[in-house]
């Protein structure tokens, strides 16, 4: 059984950082992508940041700059690094893995975790 699970999540205030892990478990090969998305309350989930299995890697906009994303295929782990947050990147964080067709920047993924709280305060 697959199963993502996410932490790292917290309250800062502005200009800080934090890192995001999430360890995923019950795949036999590890999945080409995975991703980070986000969302905050009113608001659609949306794209942040994806890492294949190759080393490919990209970012919204919004983040570009600020995030760096990274995986250890041998431990199964997917981290996003964030500095200089803002406030506007309040949101719950999602892990998500295995996507088809490896569309990365697509929302269709397979599997998602169940999320880790992310709180920027001005």
């Known amino acids: 059984q697959v199963q993502l699970v996410e932490s790292g999540g917290g309250s800062v205030q502005a200009g800080g950082s934090l890192r995001l892990s999430c360890v995923a478990s019950?795949?036999?090969?590890?999945?080409?992508?995975m991703g980070w998305f986000r969302q905050a309350p009113g608001k659609e989930r949306e794209f942040v940041s994806y890492?294949?299995?190759?080393?490919?890697?990209d970012w919204a906009d919004s983040v570009k700059g600020r995030f760096t994303i990274s995986r250890d295929i041998a431990k199964n782990t997917l981290y996003l690094q964030m500095n200089s947050l803002k406030p506007e990147d309040t949101a719950m964080y999602y892990c998500a893995a295995e996507v088809p067709g490896n569309w990365c920047h697509s929302n269709l993924y397979n599997n998602w975790g169940q999320g880790t709280q992310v709180t920027v305060s001005s």
């Open positions: 890492a294949t299995r190759t080393g490919n890697t």
């Open positions: 019950g795949y036999i090969y590890s999945p080409y992508c």
